[in-house]
């Protein structure tokens, strides 16, 4: 049984920076690897950043150079540090967690960049 719980979004700035945290608490021992999603309103969900249990990690084209997509194991988190933020970053932020090959979602954090 595991749960994922994201945390970090807010209301920021165009330039601004934000750190979204993914927690997965519960039964997450073994493989785990994760990932950020987003969707805007009257948008389709799009793939942000992955990292593999590994720490072999991939990028949209948009948020290539702006956002980093890190782990901590031992507190069984990944984040998404998000830099150089920009009005067409507004959306709720998702947060995937594949553990034992099984998919875990969160429930969103909102993110709002003001121009």
């Known amino acids: 049984q595991v749960r994922v719980v994201e945390s970090g979004g807010g209301l920021v700035q165009a330039g601004g920076s934000l750190r979204l945290s993914c927690a997965a608490s519960?039964?997450?021992?073994?493989?785990?690897?994760g990932g950020w999603y987003r969707q805007a309103p009257g948008k389709e969900r799009e793939l942000v950043a992955r990292i593999t249990s590994s720490d072999r990690t991939n990028y949209a084209d948009f948020v290539k150079g702006r956002f980093t997509i890190s782990r901590d194991n031992a507190k069984n988190t990944v984040y998404l540090q998000m830099n150089s933020l920009k009005p067409e970053d507004t959306a709720i932020y998702y947060c995937?967690?594949?553990?034992?090959?099984?998919?875990?979602w969160g429930q969103g954090t909102q993110v709002t960049v003001s121009s």
């Open positions: 519960g039964s997450t021992f073994g493989i785990n690897s």
């Open positions: 995937k967690r594949i553990i034992l090959a099984l998919e875990y």
